[in-house]
């Protein structure tokens, strides 16, 4: 499979002056062209730092970041908006919508940032409304939507622009457990039919299911990986998880 | 100790928010001292004892802009006050938590405040000094006044005035902050800062619909306004004046509440210009800023247009006076108010002088008449809301045409000639519509009754007659003959006396001891002419002036002041959208527009009245403005 991102041996320290506290310790990954990848761990383990990082929005202490054949560690500042703005899309766990734009406009922001003709954007903005089926929506504020709505909203931002990778960051913490499972649901025939890689990390099992790829998180390290079978049913997968999970408490506990 | 180190920290890493009330309150103090104070400001205090008037009248005068101030500065520390407590919500939520209890809490946000207010007293009283020194010192120069000895003076007076207000605001601040520490759950204060308020979305058609009555309002405001001031006899007195306020602010209102968001609408519709860069971000956050501060927007820029109508019409008017004033008194002294057997006296007092040869000198007699201003004009002209000063109802007086021309010759203008039956009207430099409607009768063959014969206007002049002042009062010119028909107006001889080779001190004390002898008269003179317009003009427009841009600061200030809160607390927006790809320099840009609009929109709609303003003004005054 066709590599996308290539992480090596990726170390990031917070703090200065004796006072190092390492929130990744070496850590090396690599995610395939059209991979659904899960990231789980207990807190603190270094899942946003990682995500950050890959979004280009932090940076890391050493190591390399490749994405797409390119070195995000080494770009400078104006060259890293740019790359973000071609190569990623973001979805956050509080939405980060703008509360002054209608759904539409908060859609398309990146596209009018990367100043797309407006025949495009429209063309664009039809394609994935219908993905995410955000049809009767589209001219309301976000604050006159569901959750489930706004983290659609959100979702379709992200994917607009075409992205090569969309990286979302506990994008169901806010939902309830049925908009929960329709927009991982979406996220998964997003995956599925237009072939865009995902990053997602997650705390909720269930919505690790979805992936095909999970890797463990700890202490900024990888301490396990599980594959999702051809044809495994989400719901075996789902209890591997489980026990993955439960497995790591017992060693905490230890 | 926990607390204080915790506060301690907490104070250093909310630095930035400190420092944006702090100076707040600097500003505050200033200006709600800079206008209390105008009172006893060396320039002020000077220009009343020069017109003999009691400067506490001024603290009279201001009473309204008074309270407006108040009401201004006031909200200006309850504003700041509640960007501090929101700011601060989670860090009170982290104290409570922490086992701090609600009342200590309280206490500490009320000691806290006080501290910051007590520092911010004296450096606003002192800033206020200076301030108000400097002000004082560009209105000298602007008025053309003399430079009192002290500049800078600290008035007791409002700085207890300042004193007591600020202790009253701050006890209620405090007692508000206590209240809403207390009011809220631990849960709500820790997620303070998560929460943004709603966006209310307006319907389209009610936005249009609005957009257009409102400029209706403002259109119509400027239609009355303009003609209550360019096409009758300007009088500021005028309750017509009343309704064209209304109607600008609610006009200017309107505009800013929906006349915004109506253009928006429509650029809205451009696809080009919609989905281009960050514009829709930028204009929807222009117009939530702008709707949520209609108020002071409005006020902001009515207050805008006003001063820049005052500025540009006293420097404008201030050369016409003067070119005007050249050409009033043909002679250096004159007498006015005399009875005609006065004369005699007072001549024999001038040529008393050891000058006397070369004494220049002239006597001009008013008599009286049954024409009154409303005579004049068409019956379709006249207009019950015109000045007091020229009254519709006031009989005109006559003067012989050998006298005025001795005069008009004296000021080396040509001489005024009447056929028989035909007279001539003077009218003053200083009301052109209404000279335009006395011609305009005139050309339609106007016809006036004076003592049982009847007399045709040939010819209407416009200008400044012996005395500014009174300048603008309306006289008949009449042939020599009519006048041995009427009888002296009272007191209404005017003598004028000069030596060819110039001024005499002594001459015009022996007249001033001839006014005593008699107890009658008016004294002036070219000298004294100048002084007096000058004392009406700096009367009316220093504390006019000093006014508006005092409370124009403290409305910019709350605009500025808002615009830096809103940049502060939007920063996770900003950061959302360089997540999503823009580009710093675009950022900087949708930040830098902003600001400029929401300062440029006042500015411009105030030029704009201004403009409407000053041009019914140059009416008034035939163009010459
Ligand atoms: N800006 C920072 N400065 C200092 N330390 C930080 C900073 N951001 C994160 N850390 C530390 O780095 C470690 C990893 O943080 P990170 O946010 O990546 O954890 P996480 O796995 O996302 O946790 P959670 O599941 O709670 O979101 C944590 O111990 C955290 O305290
Ligand atoms: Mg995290």
Redesign the pocket.
């Known amino acids: 499979m066709e590599s996308i991102l290539q992480i090596s041996d990726l170390t990031k320290v917070?703090?200065f002056r004796g006072n190092h506290?390492p929130?990744l310790n070496g850590l090396s990954l690599g995610v395939g062209k059209g991979e659904f990848l899960g990231v789980m761990?207990?807190?603190?383990?270094?899942?946003?730092?990682?995500l950050n990082i890959i979004a280009t929005i932090d940076r890391g202490s050493r190591g390399v970041v490749m994405i797409n054949g390119q070195d995000t560690q080494r770009m400078r500042r104006g060259d890293l908006t740019r790359f973000r703005r071609e190569h990623l899309g973001f979805i956050f766990q509080d939405y980060n919508l703008l509360d002054t734009l209608t759904l539409r406009e908060n859609i398309c922001l990146p596209l009018s940032i990367a100043n797309q003709t407006p025949a495009e954007i429209k063309a664009r903005l039809s394609s994935v409304t219908q993905t995410f089926g955000l049809h009767d929506v589209l001219d309301k504020f976000p604050a006159q939507v569901s959750g489930g709505q706004k983290q659609r909203a959100a979702a379709a931002r992200a994917i607009i622009s075409n992205p090569t990778m969309v990286l979302a960051d506990e994008p169901t913490g806010a939902l309830d457990s049925s908009s929960a499972k329709v927009l991982l649901q979406t996220l998964e025939k997003m995956n599925q039919s237009l072939g865009i890689t995902i990053l997602m990390?997650t705390?909720d099992a269930t919505a690790a299911s979805y992936c095909n790829r999970i890797v463990f998180?700890k202490d900024g390290r990888i301490i396990s990986e599980l594959r999702r079978a051809a044809q495994q049913p989400r719901r075996a997968f789902f209890d591997q998880i489980l026990s993955v999970v439960a497995l790591m408490g017992e060693k905490e506990a230890e | 100790m926990i607390y204080l180190k915790l506060a301690y920290r907490n104070m250093r890493r909310s630095l930035r928010d400190y420092a944006i009330y702090f100076f707040t309150i600097v500003l505050s103090v200033m200006i709600f001292y800079s206008f209390n104070s105008l009172k006893d400001q060396p320039v002020m205090v000077e220009v009343c004892r020069q017109a003999g008037i009691e400067s506490n009248i001024i603290a009279v005068l201001l009473g309204f802009a008074s309270f407006f101030v108040a009401f201004i500065v006031a909200a200006l520390v309850l504003y700041s006050n509640n960007f501090i407590i929101r700011r601060r919500k989670r860090e009170w939520g982290t104290y409570l938590l922490l086992g701090m209890n609600q009342g200590a809490v309280a206490r500490m946000l009320f000691l806290e405040t006080l501290g910051v207010g007590a520092i911010a007293y004296l450096l606003g009283i002192v800033t206020g000094v200076l301030f108000s020194g400097l002000m004082s010192v560009l209105f000298a120069t602007l008025l053309e006044v003399a430079f009192p000895a002290r500049i800078f003076t600290f008035s007791l007076y409002s700085i207890l005035l300042t004193g007591v207000f600020y202790t009253l605001i701050f006890i209620g601040v405090g007692i508000m902050g206590s209240f809403s520490v207390s009011r809220h759950s631990l849960a709500s204060l820790l997620v303070a800062n998560r929460t943004n308020e709603a966006y209310k979305a307006r319907n389209h058609w009610v936005t249009v619909m609005l957009g257009i009555v409102s400029l209706a309002v403002l259109g119509f405001g400027y239609w009355i306004g303009y003609r209550a001031i360019a096409n009758s006899n300007f009088n500021p007195m005028n309750p017509v004046f009343i309704l064209v306020a209304a109607l600008m602010v609610v006009g200017s209102f309107g505009f800013f509440y929906v006349g915004l968001g109506f253009v928006f609408s429509i650029l809205c519709r451009i696809d080009r210009f919609r989905w281009k860069g960050l514009n829709t971000f930028t204009m929807q956050q222009i117009l939530k800023k702008v709707n949520s501060n209609t108020l002071v927007l409005t006020a902001a820029n009515i207050l805008l247009a006003m001063i820049i109508t005052s500025v540009v019409f006293l420097v404008a008017f201030q050369s016409l006076l003067k070119q005007n004033q050249a050409g009033a008194l043909p002679y250096a002294y004159a007498v006015l108010y005399l009875e005609p057997d006065d004369v005699v006296g007072f001549d024999a007092v001038a040529n008393a002088n050891p000058l006397n040869p070369l004494l220049k000198k002239l006597a001009i007699t008013r008599y009286l008449t049954e024409v009154s201003s409303s005579d004049l004009v068409l019956p379709q002209d006249t207009d019950k809301n015109d000045s007091p000063i020229l009254s519709f109802n006031d009989s005109c007086s006559a003067v012989g045409m050998s006298e005025y021309n001795a005069v008009r010759q004296a000021k080396g203008l040509n001489p005024v000639n009447l056929d028989e039956g035909v007279i001539a009207i003077q009218t003053g430099a200083l009301s052109q519509p209404f000279t335009e409607k006395i011609q305009k009768a005139a050309g339609q063959g106007l016809s006036l009754n004076l003592a049982g014969s009847s007399y045709t206007v040939g010819q209407v002049v416009s200008e400044p007659f012996v005395s500014v002042v009174s300048s603008s009062m309306c006289m008949l010119v009449v042939p020599d003959e009519a006048v041995a028909e009427l009888l002296p107006d009272g007191a209404a001889t005017t003598l004028m006396y000069e030596y060819a080779n110039g001024q005499d001190p002594i001459l015009e004390e022996n007249l001033l001891n001839e006014i005593n002898r008699v107890g009658r008269g008016y004294w002036t003179s070219k000298q004294e002419e100048a002084a007096n317009l000058k004392m009406i003009q700096v009367f009316i427009m220093f504390p006019g002036l000093f006014v508006e841009i005092i409370l124009l600061l403290a409305c910019g200030s709350v605009l500025g002041l808002q615009q830096l809160i809103e940049t502060v607390d939007s920063a996770r927006h900003y950061q959302g959208l360089y997540n999503l790809g823009a580009e710093d320099r675009q950022i900087h840009r949708s930040i830098f527009q902003q600001v400029t609009f929401y300062f440029f929109v006042p500015v411009a709609l105030a030029i704009l009245h201004s403009l409407v303003a000053l041009s019914a003004f140059n009416k008034l005054l035939g163009g010459r403005l």
Do not use: D, I, N
């Open positions: 917070y703090g506290y929130a761990g207990p807190s603190g383990s270094g899942k946003t730092t990682l990390v705390h998180l």
